[in-house]
């Protein structure tokens, strides 16, 4: 059975760092395109960084372009996200998600519009993270 556990979140002052992993298993990684979105209180969803696993390819939201970066290791499975420059509207819970291949047109159509109403794409339990002094 296909999972994703994330971990990594927590508190941070602004201007600081962290890294999100996401663990999966049941499956393997090689063949799937990677996301993160993030949902803050009160806002909906967004996507903030997604990854072809066909050709290479990123987008990153241009909130976060510059300071977020994705990553994967096909061979430990996991997938990352180094957050640096932390700002207080970094604010939210983030969740990674995972998608075949061949779902994907383009990343950022992937990653702006999502994938709501079809089951293509799975999902983790989502990592707090906070930005506050």
């Known amino acids: 059975q296909l999972q994703l556990v994330e971990s990594g979140g927590g508190l941070v002052q602004p201007g600081g760092s962290l890294r999100l992993s996401c663990a999966a298993s049941?499956?393997?990684?090689?063949?799937?395109?990677i996301g993160w979105f993030r949902q803050a209180p009160g806002k909906e969803r967004e996507g903030v960084s997604c990854s072809s696993g066909r050709d290479g390819s990123t987008y990153y939201a241009d909130s976060v372009k510059g300071r977020f970066t994705i990553s994967r290791d096909n061979a430990k499975n996991t997938v990352y996200l180094q957050m640096n420059s932390l700002r207080p509207e970094d604010t939210a819970v983030y969740y990674c998600t995972v998608v075949q291949n061949w779902v994907v047109t383009t990343v950022q159509a992937w990653c702006v519009r999502g994938l709501s109403g079809t089951t293509y794409d799975s999902w983790g339990q989502g990592t707090q993270v906070t930005v506050s002094s």
């Open positions: 049941g499956f393997t990684l090689d063949y799937y395109s």
